[in-house]
């Protein structure tokens, strides 16, 4: 059977034309607290109960989100399409007018900015330079902004570059769904979504950990499993390592159970929000045969482990882990940051000439790649 060549890649493009004011601020700390209360919000406007202790708790997240006064605040907005969840008096009282979710319809929601316009010219030249056959997306708005991406962007003989896109809506209210982009040699013929999978304790994923089946030009399937696991950056250490903990069992759960289907081409990847040392990743990183294109001997990290911020050995999130049959016909791969701000004056590697500011980086997330020769 004839030799197959693919480029596996993952990258964070950080919302491509709408973003959360809250997840785009200077400093995560600006943001953190109005994120914090939004999800804390969102949990327990779905009790289907409002007891007097949780009518107490919604109008402190409210307050928190700024919401207490008007429907619309900096960071986010309160929908009240039938019925009321609320009332404000004209003395500045507030008080819960709901008794449970059945009394009402209606959701909080994160404010979103248009990206800047140079960001999305940045973050399209990082796909450009990739120029992966098989390109997980984190951060994703939704599947009709990521065709429409893709539509717009480079092409291969008057054809777009990736006719094969695909996002399914995940957990996460915030638009940062995931999702994938192939080219024409590597079509998608099977999609399976894990968003409802739960455990004891509840729903297991912050966004998803769909399954994408690809037909590589020799017929075999490729199996790419695309992860967003829960961020480090708010709800407290303890909570988010749990968090992430179960993702990652459960990540392995999937990775095992497509082996022991006959599927031995499998590819895990994306933004894992942990370092490989640590404890939360053990079992994806550990417990099972899956492995780093990253320790790879022809793997070019230009010097840097790190694939986030000033992207030393502590930013290392992003990942491309390849089942034994698809590490042992890796050939090498790399981490390209050309698009990330570097440090404070982004100096710290060569950058784009079209980012002057750090408003202008494609993302604070480089791309990873894997490159594969593939031969049945």
Known sequence: MREVDVRIAGYNVENLFDRARALDQRTWA????????????????????????????????????GLHRSDKARFARLRQNRGRLLRRSRDGRVEILADGRADWVG????????????????????????????????EAENRLALRRFADSGPAVADRVRYPHVMVVDG???????VGV??????????????VDDADDTGRIFSRDCPEYH?????????????????????????ASDAIRLRQAQRVAEIYRDLVADHTPLVAVLGDLNDTPESAPLAPLLGGTDLRDIAAHPGFDDGGRPGTYGYCAARNKLDYVLLSPSLYASAVG????????????????????????????????????????????
């Open 181 to 194: 982009m192939s080219t024409t040699e590597y079509p998608l013929v099977a999609q399976r979504s894990h």
């Open 333 to 376: 791969g790399g981490i390209l940051r050309k698009g990330v701000w570097g440090g404070r004056r982004g100096t710290l590697w060569p950058i784009y000439d079209t980012m002057t500011r750090q408003v202008h980086a494609g993302s604070d997330h480089a791309a990873i790649y894997a490159d594969l020769n593939l031969s049945g």
């Open 171 to 177: 957990n996460d209210e915030r638009g940062i769904n």
């Open 107 to 138: 959701w909080v929601e994160l404010t979103t900015d248009r990206v800047d316009e140079l960001a999305l010219l940045n973050t399209m030249r990082v796909i450009l330079d990739v120029g992966a056959d098989i390109l997980g997306v984190v």
């Open 214 to 238: 690809f037909r590589i030009p020799d017929g075999r399937r490729l199996v790419v499993l695309v992860n967003h696991l829960k961020s480090k950056g708010y709800g407290g250490k303890a």
């Open 30 to 65: 600006e943001g953190r607290p109005a994120l914090e209360a939004f999800q804390r919000s969102c949990e327990l406007l779905e009790e289907p109960v409002y007891t007097t202790g949780i009518k107490h708790d919604i109008l402190r997240e409210l307050r928190r989100l």
